[in-house]
T-cell receptor, first 111, second 116 residues
Framework: KQEVTQIPAALSVPEGENLVLNCSFT??????LQWFRQDPGKGLTSLLLIQSSQREQTSGRLNASLDKSSGRSTLYIAASQPGDSATYLCASQGNDYKLSFGAGTTVTVRA | DTGVSQNPRHKITKRGQNVTFRCDPISEHNRLYWYRQTLGQGPEFLTY????????KSRLLSDRFSAERPKGSFSTLEIQRTEQGDSAMYLC??????????????FGSGTRLTVV
């Protein structure tokens, strides 16, 4: 059974600082890894999807890397803004099509 | 098509009552998933449809839960004789038929259930 862990559970930074969010998974036989953002009481918004054959994906200020051999993915958010405050979830997809989620990292960016 | 739609957004019910939630996936997606999320946790898989066929159910889904996807379009999730432990956010997602889905999962805004 895939176990996904996200560290740290919470993070508070001043505006402008770069964010580094970590995700680790126990089973490297994944199809892809997806990062989501969740605002309080809301659904999940997809940020980046990394296929198993890829090493990284970029979108604007966001960059996600994937190292299957070590079972790790990292989400980098450059020049953080108060609007980046949210919970960030990573999820791996196995060959059974199901997503296995971490518990998330709650980010607060202080103005 | 504006994405995955879920109704209602919020539902408050008394213990013992039945509730039903609806999910309308992205029209060209043939796979539909239900997940449940409790406070401070990541979503957990409940069940999955490919077209109208329910292919898998989690052990989290007791016999009080039933899900359908008639005609392979929208889906409903019904909870009978609700219990306080059923209080959670119920999330629906869909993905395309491509293996693996190049665009990943698209989630709806969820239905928050509170059982009092």
């Amino acid at each position: 059974k895939q176990e996904v862990t996200q560290i740290p559970a919470a993070l508070s930074v001043p505006e402008g600082e770069n964010l580094v969010l970590n995700c680790s998974f126990t089973d490297s036989a994944i199809y892809n890894l997806q990062w989501f953002r969740q605002d309080p009481g809301k659904g999940l918004t997809s940020l980046l999807l990394i296929q198993s054959s890829q090493r990284e994906q970029t979108s604007g200020r966001l960059n996600a890397s994937l190292d299957k051999s070590s079972g790790r993915s990292t989400l980098y958010i450059a020049a953080s803004q108060p609007g980046d405050s949210a919970t960030y979830l990573c999820a791996s997809q196995g060959n059974d099509y199901k997503l296995s989620f971490g518990a998330g990292t709650t980010v607060t960016v202080r103005a | 098509d504006t994405g995955v739609s879920q109704n209602p957004r919020h539902k408050i019910t008394k213990r013992g009552q039945n509730v039903t939630f609806r999910c309308d996936p992205i029209s060209e997606h043939n796979r539909l998933y239900w997940y449940r999320q409790t406070l401070g946790q990541g979503p957990e898989f409940l069940t999955y449809f490919q077209n109208e066929a329910q292919l898998e159910k989690s052990r989290l889904l007791s016999d009080r839960f039933s899900a359908e996807r008639p005609k392979g379009s929208f889906s409903t999730l019904e909870i009978q004789r609700t219990e306080q432990g059923d209080s959670a956010m119920y999330l629906c997602a869909s993905s395309s038929r491509i293996d693996p889905p190049e665009e990943g999962y698209t989630f709806g805004s969820g239905t928050r259930l509170t059982v009092v």
